[in-house]
C-alpha cells in the first residue's frame, strides 16, 4: 500500500500538463511493476474518459480500485491530488510577490495567447470526434447562446441537450 | 466562501472531457462574482500549467487560496471533486439500468455536452481579444495550435515556452 502511495505520488508530481500526459507515464510505471496489462489500463481509461472529473484523478481512483479495493482507491487519489495542491500553494505565494513586475506581466500575455491557440486545437478535435447532424449543430447553436445569455444556465442546458440529442438518437435508431 | 465553494462544485459535474473543456466557465463565473480580475486569471492558468496536476483542479486550488488562504484552497479542490466522485458511485449502483441505455447514443450525446462546453471555453479567450486586437497574441496563438495539433509536443512546454516568447514580443515589437 505505501509503494502504492509513493509511486501515484511520484507519477503526479513530475508530470507537467495533466491528465494526457500523465498516462502514458502511467501505463509504463504500470506494466514495469507489473501490477497491470495495457490492455487493462485501457479499460479503465476508457471509464475515467467519460465520467466527468479530471483524467488523472480518475484513472488513479480506478487504477488503486482495482488492485487494492476501496482502500486502494482512496490511496491513490490521495496521492495524486497532494503534489500539486501544495505546489500550487508555493506557487502562488511566489508569484503574488512579482505580479506587478512588467516582464512578469509580459509572460503571463505570452501564456494567454498559447493558452487561446491550444483551446482552439481542442475545440478542433472535439468537433471533429463526433458525428454531427443537423439536430446536433441545432442544439450547439442554442446551447451556446442561452449559455452566454446568462451564465448560470450552464448546468440545466449542458443536461438537456444532451438529453434531447439521446432521445432524438435513440428514437431514430428505434425506427430503422 | 460558499458561493466560491458552490462554483466549483458545479463545474464538477461538468467536467466532462478533460480539464480545458471547463476553464472558460471557471473563468465567466470567478470574473461576475468578483473572486479574480482577467489579470490573476492569466497567472492562474499559468500556474497551473508551470506545475504538475490537472489543471482544472490546479485551478481551484489557486483560486481558494488567493481568496481565501490555505483553507480556502483545500475547500475548494474537495469540492471540485466531489461530484465526478458522486458519479461514479451512482454509476456503478445503476450499471444494469445504464446498460439498457444505449452506449454508444450516450456517448455521443455527452460529446455534443463538451463541445457546448469547449466552445464557451473558446468564447471565453477570445474577449480579451475582441476587446483589444493585437497581433502578437493572433502569431503566438496560431504557432501555440499549430503545435499542439501537428506535433506531439506535451502543451505544458509549449505554454511555459509562450511566455518567454512573449517577453520578447511584447518588449520589443
Same mark, same amino acid.
Given at each position: 500500500m505505501f509503494e502504492l502511495f509513493f509511486s501515484f505520488f511520484k507519477i503526479s508530481a513530475m508530470t507537467?500538463?495533466?491528465?494526457?500526459?500523465?498516462?502514458?507515464?502511467?501505463?509504463?510505471?504500470?506494466?514495469?511493476?507489473?501490477?497491470?496489462? *495495457?490492455?487493462?489500463?485501457? *479499460? !479503465?481509461?476508457?471509464?475515467?474518459?467519460?465520467?466527468?472529473?479530471?483524467?488523472?484523478?480518475?484513472?488513479?481512483?480506478?487504477v488503486g480500485e482495482k488492485l487494492k479495493g476501496t482502500k486502494g482507491a482512496i490511496v491513490c487519489s490521495v496521492a495524486v491530488i497532494i503534489p500539486p495542491f501544495f505546489v500550487i500553494i508555493f506557487a502562488s505565494y511566489l508569484f503574488n510577490k512579482f505580479s506587478q513586475n512588467i516582464y512578469v506581466k509580459y509572460y503571463l500575455k505570452g501564456i494567454y495567447a498559447a493558452a487561446?491557440?491550444?483551446?482552439?486545437? !481542442?475545440?478542433?478535435?472535439?468537433?471533429?470526434?463526433?458525428?454531427w447532424n443537423f439536430l446536433k449543430i441545432i442544439l450547439l447553436i442554442i446551447g451556446v447562446l442561452s449559455i452566454l445569455f446568462n451564465n448560470n444556465f450552464v448546468l440545466p442546458v449542458f443536461v438537456l441537450m444532451v438529453v434531447l440529442n439521446y432521445i432524438y438518437e435513440n428514437g431514430r435508431v428505434k425506427n430503422d | 466562501m460558499i458561493k466560491m465553494l458552490l462554483i466549483f462544485f458545479k463545474i464538477g459535474f461538468l467536467s466532462f472531457g478533460g480539464g480545458w473543456t471547463t476553464v472558460g466557465l471557471i473563468r465567466e463565473d470567478l470574473i461576475s462574482n468578483g473572486y479574480m480580475t482577467l489579470d490573476i486569471f492569466s497567472n492562474a492558468i499559468s500556474i497551473?500549467?508551470?506545475?504538475?496536476?490537472?489543471i482544472a483542479?490546479?485551478?481551484?486550488?489557486?483560486?481558494?487560496?488567493?481568496?481565501?488562504?490555505?483553507?480556502?484552497?483545500? #475547500?475548494?479542490?474537495?469540492?471540485? #471533486?466531489?461530484?465526478?466522485? +458522486?458519479?461514479?458511485?451512482?454509476?456503478?449502483?445503476?450499471?444494469?439500468?445504464? +446498460?439498457?441505455?444505449?452506449?454508444?447514443?450516450?456517448?455521443?450525446?455527452l460529446k455534443l455536452?463538451?463541445?457546448?462546453?469547449?466552445?464557451?471555453? +473558446?468564447?471565453?479567450f477570445l474577449k480579451p481579444l475582441f476587446k483589444?486586437?493585437?497581433?502578437?497574441?493572433?502569431?503566438?496563438? +496560431?504557432?501555440?495550435?499549430? #503545435?499542439?495539433?501537428?506535433?506531439?509536443?506535451?502543451p505544458a512546454y509549449t505554454i511555459l515556452l509562450s511566455g518567454f516568447v512573449g517577453i520578447i514580443l511584447f518588449n520589443f515589437l
Open positions: 507537467l500538463g495533466g491528465g494526457y500526459a500523465m498516462v502514458p507515464v502511467m501505463i509504463k510505471f504500470l506494466e514495469k511493476k507489473g501490477w497491470m496489462s *495495457e490492455k487493462e489500463f485501457m *479499460e !479503465i481509461l476508457t471509464i475515467a474518459q467519460s465520467l466527468p472529473g479530471p483524467i488523472a484523478f480518475n484513472t488513479s481512483r480506478l487561446l491557440g491550444l483551446i482552439f486545437g !481542442i475545440v478542433i478535435k472535439i468537433f471533429k470526434n463526433q458525428k | 497551473s500549467q508551470m506545475t504538475p496536476g490537472p483542479i490546479n485551478l481551484a486550488t489557486y483560486v481558494g487560496y488567493i481568496n481565501f488562504g490555505f483553507w480556502g484552497a483545500l #475547500l475548494n479542490t474537495i469540492f471540485f #471533486l466531489i461530484p465526478p466522485i +458522486l458519479i461514479l458511485y451512482f454509476f456503478r449502483l445503476l450499471q444494469n439500468n445504464i +446498460l439498457k441505455m444505449n452506449r454508444n447514443i450516450l456517448m455521443n450525446s455536452g463538451t463541445a457546448i462546453l469547449i466552445s464557451m471555453t +473558446l468564447i471565453s483589444e486586437f493585437d497581433y502578437r497574441v493572433v502569431l503566438i496563438a +496560431l504557432t501555440s495550435y499549430f #503545435l499542439f495539433n501537428k506535433t506531439k509536443i506535451n
